[in-house]
């Protein structure tokens, strides 16, 4: 390769002349990672956490690693045995969601990034009537591309 040739990653312009990148294939590039963050995360909350956390509660603590931080109300619970012995000790609960909200947190358009998660909807515990809720999570891309949650922030909210 000569020392004056510019390698280019494919979403950058084939043009010689500048190294800028091409605006609409950056569009196209963020269009589709925001698509995928969105089916992602949606598939994690209709389909997988709600459903074990209302029907597998001891398998819940599968979604965690080591250094995933839940935050209950204010409550902090650090590392997975931790997060484990918590959720054993709630009451059976059932959750009805409302809204799901997923974004991308991309520090460039090369690199895997983690999704920012938020939930609105009601939880009743132990037959108890439905309360509303709200919960953040931020799914972490692990090396083999999985994800797992590394933040969960839930809070119930008091009716006035």
């Excluded at 040739?5 to 963020?30: E, F, W």
């Excluded at 109300?73 to 059976?92: E, M």
């Excluded at 309360?131 to 909210?157: E, S």
Aim: aromatic share 10%; net charge neutral; glycine share 4%.
């Amino acid at each position: 390769t000569p020392p004056n040739t510019v390698h280019r990653h494919p979403i950058m312009a084939s043009s010689t002349s500048s190294i800028s990148p091409d605006p609409n294939q950056l569009a196209l590039r963020k269009k589709s990672i925001i698509d995928q963050t969105a089916r992602g995360g949606e598939y994690f909350v209709s389909e997988l956490y709600y459903r074990v956390y209302d029907t597998l509660r001891s398998d819940l603590h599968h979604f965690y690693e080591e250094p995933s931080v839940l935050i209950w109300n204010g409550t902090p619970y650090q590392g997975l045995g931790t997060i484990r012995q918590f959720y054993s000790h709630l009451p059976p609960s059932k959750h009805e969601i409302h809204s799901i909200d997923c974004h991308p947190i991309i520090e460039n358009l090369e690199t895997a990034m983690n999704i920012l998660v938020t939930v609105v909807g009601r939880v009743s515990y132990d037959s108890r009537s439905a309360g509303a809720f709200h919960q953040t999570f931020i799914l972490a891309r692990r090396p083999d591309g999985k994800y797992y949650v590394a933040q969960d922030i839930m809070r119930l909210v008091e009716s006035t």
